[in-house]
């Protein structure tokens, strides 16, 4: 079993940075391959952020954070974060972390993940 932490998330103002951190905790090295944040708001679909895979060799981001946010991961800590910085108004959002134990996922599809943390709300104002 796996279990997923978000942490990090709070109000900002526009232009402003966070660091989101994500805590995994179970059989995380033998049940993960790839971890990903994703990001929901009232009334709109669940949107992919960013994903990376376990051992770091290859991430993928969204075009609306492409250039100012990185995703990174502390294996030895069991981690994943996402820096975001230059934030803007509609980054505002509920940010959930996920995770896959799939060997092969397309990253940016929310129902190729099969564990899920209870999201950080993450506010920019203007």
């Known amino acids: 079993q796996v279990q997923l932490v978000e942490s990090g998330g709070g109000l900002v103002q526009a232009g402003g940075s966070l660091r989101l951190s994500c805590a995994a905790s179970g059989r995380t090295f033998i049940s993960i391959y790839h971890m990903g944040w994703f990001r929901q708001v009232p009334g709109k679909e669940r949107e992919f952020v960013a994903a990376i895979t376990w051992s770091g060799y290859s991430t993928l981001y969204a075009e609306s954070v492409t250039g100012r946010s990185t995703i990174s991961g502390d294996n030895a800590k069991n981690t994943v974060y996402l820096q975001m910085n230059s934030l803007k108004p509609e980054d505002t959002a509920v940010y959930y972390c996920?995770?896959?134990?799939?060997?092969?996922?397309?990253?940016?599809?929310?129902?190729?993940?099969?564990?899920w943390g209870q999201g950080t709300q993450v506010t920019v104002s203007s």
């Open positions: 996920a995770a896959s134990g799939r060997r092969y996922v397309r990253s940016g599809r929310a129902d190729n993940y099969d564990f």
